[in-house]
């Protein structure tokens, strides 16, 4: 079974930093892609970033480019997501999730949520003024 667990979120006052955590189990890690997305009150869920665990290829929505990064820990199964320069904008409900098995060497580069299968229980940041 495919399992997915974010942790790391919080409140953290604008300008400052989070890192979260996608802790992964149920599947082989190197076979998959993760994508990291959000979704604030009111408005449709988007995808931030994503990697092909594949071929450790990166996407990221241009919005956070320069300040959201990426990552993968291999011997724990994780992915993270490194986030700076945090403002009132950030503050969502923050998702990690999974697709694939991909084929070996395969590059992915979708943020669209409709492309993931599996999907973690999200977890909030909020970024105080």
């Known amino acids: 079974e495919v399992q997915l667990v974010e942790s790391g979120g919080g409140l953290v006052q604008a300008g400052g930093s989070l890192r979260l955590s996608c802790a992964a189990s149920g599947f082989t890690f190197a076979d998959y892609a993760i994508g990291w997305f959000r979704q604030a009150p009111g408005k449709e869920r988007e995808g931030l970033s994503c990697?092909?665990?594949?071929?450790?290829?990166?996407h990221y929505k241009d919005s956070v480019k320069g300040r959201f990064t990426i990552s993968r820990e291999n011997g724990k199964n994780t992915v993270y997501l490194q986030m700076n320069k945090l403002n009132s904008d950030d503050t969502a409900v923050y998702y990690c999730a999974a697709d694939g098995p991909l084929w070996h060497g395969s590059s992915w580069s979708d943020l669209n949520p409709a492309s993931y299968d599996w999907w973690g229980q999200g977890i909030q940041v909020t970024v105080s003024s």
């Open positions: 990697i092909s665990l594949s071929d450790g290829t990166i």
